[in-house]
């Protein structure tokens, strides 16, 4: 009677190890797998609006890269308000645990008001390229389910929350800026909030000024987390410390307060000596910058630069060649004046001889005429 149950024993004993067998070769990169958070939802979508939310899809074993794939189902009108960015290259790459997948939910503007709903299914699958699966491993399909439940409503609802406020330490004549991050939780934009800023001395004893708050720099979409700025720029506080006290109301009702710590510091103004100066003496200007900065340039194109050249040297030979001939004529008339010259100065020459040989011929016949007379006494 104890042998039958001693080879039930080994038969057991077999069967669970053939099973730890089995699962000690399954891929252990597919071994866990999910989504945070598990849901797309929206309870108050206006019609011409769009929606985005992003999922996170995880694994524990990172050895291999492995592509994820989505189907969609759900209502007909759903299916086609809703779109995965970049859905074919979601891709898990080896060493990566995190992948973040953004859904987006665009609702037509004749879009009917009532609730739809659907769901994302994402399943893992090695990538084409990569080995297959062999050497007797297992391979384990694993996947996700993505609850999609989307609301269309006809009001326009306007309603935020104040999430945290922060307030920049400043300088001299520099305005308050406060730091809001805030959540629109309605279906319309958000660019301002209601809340009150008062500003206390560094003992508190003393409000010194009280402000409304006024329009952000940025405007916060529909379902969207921001931080913004708020800029006050007819506060213009003296150097020292300062206390705020902040609060936001929310429908008459304190939503957030909180105390914060300013300080103003003195405008720093550098001092320079003269080992820190490199200032020099300015240069004088060159001649060529001179005629640059009195005479404006004139850009003239390359092309009739080139047309003007051949016209030029044209000119040049010209004015050459009528220089030549000028020149040709006055050595010809210097020639003749000097000819003239030689001419004139030989008759003036032969003018004089003439002159003087007719006057010793008078001076002998004065002679004869005093002999003859003397003679006859």
Known sequence: MKFPKFSHFLVALSFLGLAIGIFSHITSSQAAFGTSPPWVRNDHMLPGTTFEQIINLSRSDTDKAIKAKIQVSGDKELLKWINVENEKDLIMRQ???????????????????????????????????SESLGGGEVGITLGANISVDITVIGEKIYEYKLQSISADNLQEDEPLTLNIKIQNLGNVSVNNANGQVEIYN????????????????????????KTVKMVFDDVILDP?????????????????????????????????????????????????????????????????????APIAEQTNKLYLIFGFVGLGFGLIALIGVIIVLIFVLKNQQRTLQQTSGHGYHGQGNAGNTRENAKNQE
């Not at 953004?102 to 659907?118: H, L, Q, T």
């Open 95 to 129: 060493g990566q645990a995190i992948l973040p997948m953004k859904v987006m939910v665009e609702v037509p503007k004749r879009a009917e008001i009532k609730r739809y709903s659907g769901s994302i299914f994402v399943s893992l699958a090695p990538l084409e390229t």
């Open 202 to 225: 560094e003992t508190q004893t003393e409000v010194i000024k009280s402000l409304d708050f006024i329009e952000f720099e940025e405007v916060i979409a529909p379902d969207e987390t």
């Open 240 to 308: 020292g410390k300062y206390w705020l006290f902040v609060q936001s109301f929310l429908d008459g009702k304190v939503e957030y307060e909180n105390r914060l710590p300013l300080e103003v510091s003195e405008k720093i103004i550098p001092i320079i000596t003269p080992e820190d100066s490199t200032a020099t003496k300015p240069s004088l200007p060159t001649v060529s910058e001179e005629l640059e900065t009195q005479a404006p340039s004139v850009e003239v194109p390359v092309a009739e630069l080139r047309e003007a």
